[in-house]
């Protein structure tokens, strides 16, 4: 499958449009735990709609692509895998509340790779 350019300017519009009031409220995993639905999501910048199911597993949709995965909490830790994005890999980290948000499992430089709304 090929690669996906990251559109970066909708992550930084994304997160211009965050209100400093909620910034790092952490979701502790009893929350992550009932993490079970349709969201939209970007993904290293990246647009899509991701269902989240209660057996663990993902679906995305994004343009007119699909990618799919697994998802588990660990402690207060959210790892997510996906068959292309993450090239099967997971990527593990905390989530924290921004807004309307959820936000995390930023990278080594302290970039969110994942946000999530309802």
Known sequence: M???SIPVLSAL????SVPAADAGRRVPGSELRKLHGVYTAYWKGRKAKVQIFGNGTLRAQYTNKIDVGRW???GD???VSFRVWTHGKPKCGTVEREGGWLVGLRNSK????LKLRR
């Open 2 to 4: 090929r690669r996906l």
């Open 13 to 16: 519009l994304v997160a211009a």
């Open 72 to 74: 588990k909490v660990k």
């Open 77 to 79: 830790v959210l790892c």
């Open 110 to 113: 302290g970039i969110p790779r």
